[in-house]
Each structure stands twice: as C-alpha cells, then as structure tokens.
C-alpha cells in the first residue's frame, strides 16, 4: 500500500529564506506528483505537476523535483513571503491512474 | 470561470437522515474524485470515477455512494449518515486519469450529530 510522508510536519522560517519541504513515498511505480498549497478553511490549490518521466518542474519561485527510484520530491520555495504560509500538501497518483495517496502536508508560517 | 463547484458548503445533519453532496465542474473534465480531509489522518480518496458511468473505490469508501450519470456531476451520497462521517470533503477532477493536475472543489464541511 502507497504512504506518503512529509518532513517536516511544521516550518517557521524569516521571511526571505529559502526553503525545502519534503515529501516521501514507498511505492516508485507512479504516474505523477503534485503539490498543492492549501490556505486554512480553503481548498487545495495545485503549485506543480511533475510527471514521472521528469526529474524537475518550476513555476516563478518554486521548484520541485522528483527522484523516484527513492521515492522523493522536494519543493523548494525561493526568497520566501509572509504570504507563503499555509500548508503545503503532496499527493502522488498510482499508476492504477484513478487512486491518489496524499501526505499529511508541512505547515510553513513565514514570519515578517 | 472553469472551477469545480459543490453544494452545499456546510452542512450540520444528524444521525440517520441521507444527504447528497453534489459535486459540478465545467472543463468538460473525464476523471472526478472524491476525498475527506480530516485532522491527523490527512485527505483520504473515497471514490473516482475515470468517466461517465465508471466509478471505483478509494481507500475509504464504506458508508458513501456515489453515481456518475453526467460528465460533468459526481454526487456523493450518505445514505444513513453516522457521526464518523463529519469532515471535510472535497471534490476534484482532471481531464483524464492520468498525466494530469487535479483541479479541487472548495469544500463541504459537514457535521453529523
């Protein structure tokens, strides 16, 4: 059975730092994974797809990759904002194409 | 405005009485899904649908129903609705199965009491 872990679970970092979140997984045979960024109360806003033939995807100040022989993805956020915060969530779809397994997200607070 | 819409939003039920959460996009998406979100479990798929008339079970699926008659609408249904049941849910859906991002609908909270 897929599990997918994130580390850390929480972040508070100065705004301007750069950072990286972490996501695991046990089970390599995926199609993709995607982070999303959920704000409290809200729902989930995708940031990056990566397929699983890619080792990397970038939007603006984020970038993630994927290392899926070791069942890895990082996020990496840039010069991080007061506006960053929120939980950071990651979700892998099997290849079973329908299923999805997400972590349980690393909450990153910002302070100004 | 392409979005994923669900209704109603908050919901406060008791014990027994069936409820329907609809779930609408309108991207003309092929795969929707269901999930709950709940504190220290994370989101949980309850069921998806790869198109019109074919659904499947998630990881949590004992309790619901769902139905996928039209593209664009993928109910989920609470026949006998038990306190174990108040969470958040969400809808989601892509353009297919695979390959590609899961657009997600803004929530229902619900609480059954």
């Known amino acids: 059975k897929q599990e997918v872990t994130q580390i850390p679970a929480a972040l508070s970092v100065p705004e301007g730092e750069n950072l990286v979140l972490n996501c695991s997984f046990t089970d390599s045979a995926i199609y993709n994974l995607q982070w999303f960024r959920q704000d409290p109360g809200k729902g989930l806003t995708s940031l990056l797809l990566?397929?699983?033939?890619?080792r990397e995807q970038t939007s603006g100040r984020l970038n993630a990759s994927l290392d899926k022989s070791s069942g890895r993805s990082t996020l990496y956020i840039a010069a991080s904002q007061p506006g960053d915060s929120a939980t950071y969530l990651c979700a892998v779809k099997h290849t079973n194409a329908g299923k999805s397994t997400f972590g349980d997200g690393t909450t990153l607070t910002v302070k100004p | 405005e392409a979005q994923v819409t669900q209704n109603p939003r908050y919901l406060i039920t008791v014990t027994g009485k069936k409820l329907t959460v609809t779930c609408s996009q309108n991207m003309n998406h092929e795969y929707m899904s269901w999930y709950r979100q709940d504190p220290g479990l994370g989101l949980r798929q309850i069921y998806y649908?790869?198109?019109?008339?074919?659904?499947d079970k998630g990881d949590v699926p004992e309790g619901y129903k769902v139905s996928r008659k039209e593209k664009r609408n993928f109910p989920l249904i609470l026949e006998s609705p038990s306190p174990n049941q108040t969470s958040l849910y969400f809808c989601?859906?892509?353009?297919?199965?695979?390959?590609?991002?899961?657009?997600f609908g803004p929530g229902t909270r619900l609480t059954v009491t």
């Open positions: 990566i397929q699983s033939s890619q």
């Open positions: 649908s790869m198109n019109v008339e074919v659904t």
């Open positions: 989601a859906s892509s353009p297919g199965s695979a390959g590609y991002e899961q657009y």
